[in-house]
């Protein structure tokens, strides 16, 4: 890595004081997010193997005297764990793959076929980063319940989340600018060695356009595993309820052990996800800002 | 930034020889060319058509009508508006939210500035510092909230205990509603720090280095290049944040369900639970709409407020 010059120069790291201070703090910070970084799973974790007399009486142990696995597979079957984690990566999967979908094709016409009035739709697309889909929760509701025109209640279906998560005015802007700066000779090369539309898209653009479809899938995949209040409203069938839904009931039935071993179970996918793609995340995230 | 450029390497276009000056297939110009076009724009018109669109222009209709998603809906003007406002839970939640959003600011804003900074500082294992800081971030809210609620237990909770040992406390953390609302800050603060952390970071290390060398060799010692040459040059970035954090924070809604339920004696109920609560307990669509509205003008507002302020920054 390149040294970069911060507000701390080179010269300035040469003096004996400031060398000990800026180290300190530099320690100090390192302490405080493993604090605070990794503190709270490995408490979580720790809880989860505890027997519930343990967790009570001795609620500073850093180790449980006799750890048991056993919360795990209570949490897993008696809580139900396994279907709602089931459930989580259906919501998941549909809602990346429509968003993706979306944010393509949309991306595609707005960018490199532009069509007369292209510019009014981006507009109106745009517009929607203004209005959060949190506010507009409950007409959303009603409008999942009974759709227009088509007259078919999404209610307790996972379509009612897949659909409106293609809403992501975001990432279709991330779509598009990413396809404007590519090449235009390709496309007229394409379009004169006979390559229909689709072939464009599905040849040319797409294969070029790997790290934008990435990072659109990434911000898809963490909003729809975090997302909480749309599912909530959305699915009220305790059987089709994702993870963090059914998490949010068991709170006030399961015994807290239990309880805690199916939080470890819930926050395993993603954290998997993320220190193994945590290069990609963290440039992505960096880079295309503001959405978490 | 070479994420999201796009590589240049030349794509699976046939080697063939382009054939010379053949009559191009003009697509069948004009008409034909619009309908492929708009025929690729199908599904995002679609989505937001009736996903994005329709619920705004709904929830503007249906803050004037009277509906219980049963009967037909009923116009009734302003009424909807008029028991909002005579609802005294309403000054309550604007007020726990605008509680909420200060605190936020205080606790929550300056915290990812000061973290960047250091790690800006980092030379080595720089990549250990992103990573922890963000781990919080990927927990779902709901694992992250239960788990803090926990932490917050009075009797057997982590964070009585630890205090407990060098002789403070205990505390009532959610229980009380002087501290009810401090709670749910602190946990929400957590949560949602990394990603401002990073970029902020992406922003530091895109300044360029001349600046600060500049800077030290008229004698500007490390807080001045910090408030002189730093500050300044992140001024947008900041505005950005502020901007996010304050639509984020007003929205409000995953803490003080799972914490609280809006207790206790209503120290926690915000907004957006109040309108979960007008529609999905009460059945009252109507006033649940309205109430929306409100918000989304709240939040027009405050963006057209950053678009003001960011012009006049980049004109002065």
């Known amino acids: 890595m390149t040294t970069l010059?911060?507000?701390?120069?080179?010269?300035?790291?040469?003096?004996?004081?400031?060398?000990?201070?800026?180290?300190?703090?530099?320690?100090?910070?390192?302490?405080?997010?493993?604090?605070?970084?990794?503190?709270?799973?490995?408490?979580?974790?720790?809880?989860?193997?505890?027997?519930?007399?343990?967790?009570?009486?001795?609620?500073l142990a850093l180790w449980p005297d006799r750890p048991a696995l056993g919360n795990f597979s209570a949490a897993y079957t008696d809580l139900s764990v396994g279907r709602y984690l089931m459930n989580t990566f259906l919501v998941v999967g549909g809602s990346w793959f429509v968003q993706l979908f979306v944010s393509a094709t949309a991306g595609f016409a707005l960018s490199v076929l532009r069509p007369k009035f292209g510019k009014v739709v981006y507009g109106a697309i745009l517009a929607t980063m203004f209005v959060p889909y949190t506010v507009n929760m409950v007409s959303l509701f009603m409008t999942v319940i009974d759709v227009p025109f088509l007259h078919i209640n999404l209610g307790d279906t996972y379509w009612a989340i897949w659909l409106p998560a293609g809403t992501n005015a975001f990432t279709v802007l991330l779509a598009k600018q990413f396809f404007d700066a590519l090449p235009k000779e390709l496309f007229d090369a394409a379009r004169v060695d006979g390559a229909s539309t689709r072939q464009l898209l599905t040849k040319i653009v797409l294969p070029m356009s790997k790290p934008v479809l990435a990072v659109i899938s990434l911000l898809a995949v963490m909003h729809s595993w975090k997302d909480f209040i749309w599912p909530l409203v959305a699915i009220t069938d305790p059987e089709k309820q994702p993870i963090s839904v059914a998490l949010a009931q068991l709170a006030t039935q399961a015994p807290q052990d239990q309880l805690i071993a199916a939080m470890v179970l819930a926050v395993a996918p993603p954290v998997l996800v993320f220190v193994v793609c945590q290069k990609y995340i963290v440039a992505g995230l960096g880079f295309t800002g503001v959405k978490g | 930034m070479a994420l999201l450029t796009p590589s240049r390497r030349p794509a699976a276009v046939s080697k063939e020889p382009v054939p010379p000056a053949l009559p191009q297939r003009r697509r069948g110009t004009g008409a034909r060319k619009q309908l492929t076009a708009w025929l690729f724009l199908?599904?995002?018109?679609?989505?937001?058509?009736?996903?994005?669109?329709?619920?705004?222009?709904?929830?503007?209709?249906?803050?004037?009508?009277?509906?219980?998603?049963?009967?037909?809906?009923?116009?009734?003007?302003?009424?909807?508006?008029?028991?909002?406002?005579?609802?005294?839970?309403?000054?309550?939640?604007?007020?726990?939210?605008?509680?909420?959003?200060v605190l936020g600011l205080l606790i929550g804003f300056p915290a990812p500035l000061i973290l960047a900074a250091i790690m800006s500082t980092v030379r080595r294992g720089a990549g250990v510092y992103r990573f922890l800081v963000y781990l919080p971030v990927v927990i779902p809210p709901v694992v992250a909230i239960l788990l803090w609620k926990w932490f917050y237990d009075p009797g057997s909770g982590l964070f009585n205990n630890v205090l407990g040992k060098v002789g403070l406390g205990p505390y009532s953390w959610l229980e009380s509603s002087d501290s009810a609302m401090l709670s749910l800050v602190l946990e929400a603060t957590w949560a949602g720090m990394g990603g401002a952390v990073l970029i902020y970071l992406a922003a530091m290390v895109g300044i360029p280095g001349e600046l600060y060398e500049a800077a030290e060799v008229d004698g500007a010692g490390i807080w001045r290049r910090i408030w002189h040459v730093m500050l300044p040059q992140l001024r947008s970035v900041i505005g950005l944040l502020l901007l996010v954090q304050l639509i984020n924070t007003v929205q409000v809604f995953t803490e003080p369900y799972i914490f609280t339920g809006g207790g206790p004696e209503n120290s926690t109920l915000t907004v957006l639970l109040l309108i979960f609560r007008y529609a999905f307990q009460d059945g009252e669509y109507g006033q649940a709409a309205a109430l929306s509205f409100l918000m989304v003008l709240t939040l027009a507002l405050l963006s057209a407020v950053y678009l003001r302020a960011t012009r006049s920054w980049s004109t002065s």
């Open chain 1, 5 to 59: 010059t911060t507000f701390v120069s080179t010269s300035d790291r040469q003096r004996p004081g400031v060398r000990a201070a800026v180290r300190s703090i530099q320690v100090f910070t390192l302490i405080l997010l493993l604090l605070i970084g990794i503190g709270p799973l490995y408490w979580m974790v720790k809880g989860a193997v505890s027997p519930p007399t343990e967790l009570t009486t001795q609620p």
């Open chain 2, 42 to 101: 199908v599904p995002a018109l679609l989505v937001f058509g009736l996903f994005a669109w329709w619920p705004i222009v709904r929830s503007l209709l249906i803050s004037f009508q009277k509906t219980n998603l049963v009967e037909p809906a009923v116009w009734v003007g302003l009424d909807n508006f008029r028991t909002l406002f005579d609802d005294p839970l309403l000054g309550t939640a604007i007020g726990n939210t605008l509680f909420f959003v």
